[in-house]
Every structure is written in structure tokens, then in C-alpha cells.
């Protein structure tokens, strides 16, 4: 019998009453218990729970674990994974879910309870907006168990809650179940080794000018030439001489997880049995063919894994990458090389990770990590139940100043702040559910406003202007959505626009295939464009082209700076590999990683699932059984 937390306990309580919960606590503490309690709960009930997570990965990953323990009671809804929907656990993406909320789907009866995993999303410059709409809109008798990272002000946010939901308890816990003992290391050139020059451990409680005049010390009497940035090599020395793997080296850059784990595997001559590997990963990829595996890079994969070395990345080929997550919690990767997307939510705890750079571009800037960044990084440091304490390291930057060593060092965690922001989409949203002034006055409870209350002119004003958008186009009329409108709502990406008044205004039974993909990847945003367009589409891309035209003149009529565009650039590889089915050619073609490949492929699946759904044609279901076979098919573990 495991011996529960106080907070844990607190928590459990609350749910047990029936009401929404906030949990604020560290990663790694034991929040995954409590989101159990609420699942026993409902299954005890017989009500349905919805878990929600920010990624497809996170809920792939929940749905193997809960299907480890309630079987057949579990479902997956991500998108490109459709598992018994209507079972009593169903694990979503909190977009999903918001989708759900807007078209009234019935999967939303009989729903007892909501878990939102990894709620300071909320505060996700790009898609924080998604867990606020969710929020504000989910019916008042759904319980919901906010799951959240430590953030600084989760009085305020507490207060927001019961300001529009009613009561809601918060539960915070600032203790790791691990300790963590910070490290701030880097290379000593007159001694030919690494220097810890600073560490603290997260049980010290520093003041902040105890911490910052330590650090500051350390910069009058050490700030040389002489300290450089010590080598990957170097560091993996140091780190198996500190008895300190299994290690996560975490690198901000895809290209480089993948350099840095050849040079170490190289060299990395630990000697194990590769038996219980083999038991593990024979089953997983019996289903693949030769020509399948050399397309993964299968081979130099298993020998890295042979080694006690890989990566892991969002680029990857999610078979590989689950494969992966599964051998690190199986023990059998030493040092693992990987990206950020490995710290939100999925459990990989390891002794120690590495922070190989604290720089990092956020898709705007390149900038220092913050606070959070660092708590959630290093939050898969210290194995509960095996580990004393777990270790970060961090390499020396002399670029960054001793401020910020102290708010790290410190473990201070930053403020949750509202990134809403009115999609078209949310507003059709908004008018399936309120009428035009009750949804104008429910965006004025958001958390927004809330803590921008001087801004609330600046919100009316967005909102009315993108109405009068919608209503100019037939998206919406008399406070409800058209059939326009819904099909907004459906597809939920605002680059669509255009494309659906275009199928509002073409024979749509003489669609040809490669005119339904070109529309398809209107969707489908891609860093390197395909040139390869068939001069067939010349007469579609005209009439969408002046669609466009009509939407962005709109667009400036209102001032909104961001502007519709037309949008090819994934249709030569996807229309390629629809035409030949053979995905080796289409990546040498296109100059695609299968894992980018297969991303993209899953996402026009997606969206020509979602197309059919609107417009019940053919050529829709067409495009969707031919992407959906051969390695596409195969790529998720199960």
C-alpha cells in the first residue's frame, strides 16, 4: 500500500465532494495518482471521464498505461487515433475536447468528470487559447481536475476558477519527491577537466541575495577566458563518473540529438546483455518490412540501443520514438539524447539530466529558458523510490548574466498568463453555444480579462469586428452558425476559410483527387514548400486565389494584420506517394525525413477524415484509405 502525500490526500478529498480541484505540485510528485482517484471515481459512478493532454504522444502514452489497468474501459481520441470512443475512459488532446464542447457532441453525455493534464498550457504563447476556451465553456456539472507544473501566481488563478465555475479548491505542493541538487558546470582549460564551479541543493532554501552573491563571487574570481564549454564527451565522462546516468541530455535542436548520440554511442563501450532488448523490440517491429526498416534507419537505431544510447525528438517516427520511451523505463538506455518535448507530462524519470544549452528558439526569439522551462526540464531528474536525490547540470553560459543563474538556481517559478486569442473558429464556436451579446459577455469572464481588465474594449472591439467578418461571408446568420459556419467549426483552422467558400461555390461531384488534396493542404503548414503543382490545378488555384483576395481585403477593413494565404506546400510529396504508394521514393524525391513524412501524412489523414465528415464525398474517403497504409499505417505502437 503506497503511503499518499498530504497533498495527494487534500486532493482525493476534494474530488470525493465533487468538486473542481486545482493541484499545483512539482513534476514527478504524483499527480497521475490523483487523476486515478477521479477515474475509479467516475468508472464507480458509471459516468464517463475525459483525460486531456497538450500532445498526441502524452496521450498515446496514457492510453497504453490506463489500458494496462482498466482494459477495454479505455479509449484514445487524437485524431489520427480513433480507439473505442465510446468507452467510459477516454484519453484526448485538449483540442479535441474544445472541438467537442463547440459542435455538441454526445460524447460529452454522461461525462462525469474532465481531467486537464499539464493546465499551464494555458499560458502557451501559440495554443494556450485552447485550455482557456475549454475552461470557460465546459458545462458547470462536469467536475474538473486541473493537473498543473508550479506556477507562481496560482492564488490568482484559483480565484479566476471560482470566479467563473464556482468553487474550487487549490492544492499546492513545493516539495520534489526526489530533492534536486543543481549543478552549474563547465570546462577548465588549465586543468584539462570539468569544474562544478556551483551547486545547491533544492532543500538549502538560498535567499535571494545569499544566492546571488555566491554567484557573484564566482564571477568577480572566476569569469576567465579559461572557462569554456566542455565537450559532449567530456560531460558523459563526467556524468558516469558522478554514478549519475540514466542521463537525459537535453539539446534544443532535433539535427543535434541525433549527431550527439552517433559521436556517443561511438564510444560508449559499456558491455550488457542485448537478451531482454531483443524480448522487447522483436514483436514491436516484426510487422515491418526490410525496405520498411532501412527506411527508419532501423539498423544504426538498434545499435545505438545495443549501446545504451539514443535520441528522441518530435521528428521521429512515433513507433521509434515510443519504442524509446519504453527502453528508458525498462532501464536499458543509459544517456538519451533528446528535445523538450520530452519533459511535458511523459514519464521518463531519469538520475540526472543535462542541460546542454540554456539558449533556446521559442519560434520568435532566441532566448534564455525560463523558470518554468528549467522546473519542467529538470523535473525528470530523481527516480522516486530508487534515487536519494536527483542531479541537473547545467553548462556555463558567460553570456547570460548572474540574475539569472539566481531566479534558476532558485527554482522560482514564472506567472501563468492568459494568451487568449479570438480564432474565427472560436467565435462560430461561441455562436453555437450563446447568443451574440451573451457570448460577447462570456468572453468577458475569461482569464484575460481577468487579469487585463483595463483591456476589455480592446477584446469587445476584436470580437465584433471578426463577427461582422463571418456574418459578410455566411459563416454565421442571425447568432447562429450556416452550414458554412459548421464546417468551420469541424476543420477548426481558420486557413480554411477561404477554402470552404470556395466549396460552397464549385460543382463539388467533379472534384478531382488532386484538387481535394490541394485543398486538404491549406491545413498543412511545412518549413521547406513543394513546387511540384500540376498545371490541372491551374483553374482551382484561380478561383481560391481570388477567395483569398476577397477575405484579405476584409481582413484590412477590420485592421487584422494576419492574412489568408494559399498554401501548397506539403502537396507535391503527399500527391506522390497517393499516386506510386511508395514512400522511399517520395522521401528521396522530396528531400523528407520519414518521421516528417509521416507526421505530415497523419495530419492530411486527419483533416480529409474531418472533410468527409463535412462534405460526405468520396474523393475525401479516397485520399484518407490512401495514405492510410504501408509504413503510415504501422508507425504507432501499441
Known sequence: MIELDRFQKEAIASIEKNLDVLVVAPTGSGKTLIAEHAIQKCLKDKSKILYTTPIKALSNQKFIDFRDTYSDDVGILTGDRNINKEAPILILTTEILRNMIFTGDNGLDNVGAVILDEVHFLGDRDRGNVWEEVIIHLPSHISIVYLSATIANAKQFQEWLVFLRGPTDLIISNNRPVPLKSNLITYKSSTNNIDNIFQINSDEYLSGNELLSKLKKFYKTHYKKEYIKPSIEEIREYIIHNDSTPSIFFIFSREKTEIFARRIANNYTKKRDSTKLHEIISPIFEKLTIKEKELLNYDEILWMWTRGVSYHHAGMVPLIKETVELLFLKGLID????????????????????????????????????????????????????????????????????????????????????????????????????????????????????????????????????????????????????????????????????????????????????????????????????????????????????????????????????????????????????????????????????????????????????????????????????????????????
Open 335 to 638: 544517456i538519451l539524447f533528446a528535445t523538450e518535448t520530452l519533459s511535458l507530462g511523459i514519464n521518463m524519470p531519469a538520475k540526472s539530466v543535462v542541460i546542454g544549452s540554456i539558449q533556446k528558439y521559442d519560434g520568435y526569439s532566441t532566448r534564455p529558458i525560463n523558470q518554468n522551462e528549467y522546473m519542467q526540464l529538470t523535473g525528470r531528474a530523481g527516480r522516486r523510490g530508487i534515487d536519494e536525490k536527483g542531479e541537473s547540470y547545467i553548462l556555463f553560459d558567460r553570456s547570460v548574466n548572474a540574475e539569472w543563474y539566481q531566479d534558476i538556481f532558485n527554482i522560482k517559478s514564472n506567472n501563468l498568463n492568459s494568451q487568449l486569442s479570438l480564432s474565427f473558429s472560436s467565435i462560430v464556436g461561441l455562436t453555437s453555444l450563446y447568443e451574440k451579446d451573451e457570448a460577447l459577455l462570456t468572453l468577458q469572464k475569461s482569464f484575460w480579462i481577468y487579469q487585463n481588465d483595463q483591456k476589455i474594449e480592446i477584446l469587445n472591439n476584436d470580437f465584433k469586428n471578426k463577427y461582422n467578418f463571418l456574418e459578410n461571408f455566411n459563416f454565421i446568420n442571425s447568432s447562429d452558425p450556416t452550414e458554412l459556419g459548421l464546417a468551420l467549426l469541424v476543420l477548426s483552422r481558420d486557413s480554411f476559410i477561404p477554402s470552404i467558400i470556395l466549396m460552397n461555390n464549385v460543382d463539388t461531384k467533379v472534384l478531382e483527387l488532386e484538387e481535394a488534396l490541394a485543398i486538404i493542404c491549406q491545413g498543412i503548414e511545412k518549413d521547406v514548400p513543394d513546387t511540384n503543382i500540376p498545371k490541372s490545378l491551374n483553374l482551382l488555384r484561380s478561383q481560391l486565389e481570388a477567395y483569398v483576395k476577397e477575405c484579405n481585403l476584409e481582413l484590412g477593413n477590420i485592421n487584422q494584420d494576419k492574412y489568408f494565404t494559399e498554401n501548397y506546400s506539403s502537396f507535391g510529396s503527399l500527391y506522390h506517394f497517393i499516386q506510386y504508394s511508395n514512400i522511399s521514393d517520395t522521401l528521396e524525391i522530396f528531400d523528407i525525413s520519414p518521421g516528417d513524412f509521416i507526421k505530415e501524412s497523419k495530419e492530411a489523414l486527419e483533416i480529409a477524415s474531418k472533410f468527409f465528415e463535412v462534405y460526405n464525398l468520396d474523393i475525401f474517403s479516397e485520399i484518407v484509405n490512401k495514405l492510410d497504409i504501408g509504413l503510415i499505417s504501422k508507425t504507432i505502437y501499441e
